[in-house]
């Protein structure tokens, strides 16, 4: 596919054009998995935000943390769900900025 004209700033001798394009289906691919990363983060926050209006401390938990097993599985999955949406939002971020066109003149 041939481009529109344009004019370079004044180079003696041949001009190089280096020109790499991005995958379409990647691009997509990795905006998804940005999108997962969100989703999965904001999860996490609502199961941490419900571990709060879950039962109080169990009285009759003699485990010595005072925590229901709701309660702390409802802890447990967000704490799971925000680190893993943070680790797949930024590897997805990184992938769509790698997945982009470059031109490079020399």
């Known amino acids: 596919m041939d481009s529109e004209p344009f004019a370079l700033p004044a180079h003696p001798g041949p001009v190089l054009l280096d020109a790499r394009g991005g995958s379409k289906v990647g691009y997509h691919i990795a905006m998804g998995g940005s999108i997962v990363g969100i989703v999965a983060v904001s999860l996490g926050g609502l199961f941490l935000l419900a571990s709060t209006q879950a039962n109080g401390p169990d009285r009759n938990d ?22 893993t949406g943070i680790i797949v939002g930024l590897v997805s971020y990184l992938a769509v900025r790698r997945n982009r066109m470059t031109v490079e003149i020399h």
Not at 62 to 83: C, K, M, N, P
Request: charged share 20%.
């Open 62 to 83: 003699f485990s010595g943390d005072g925590y229901s097993d709701e309660r702390s599985s409802l802890i447990g999955a967000g704490v799971v769900l925000i680190g």
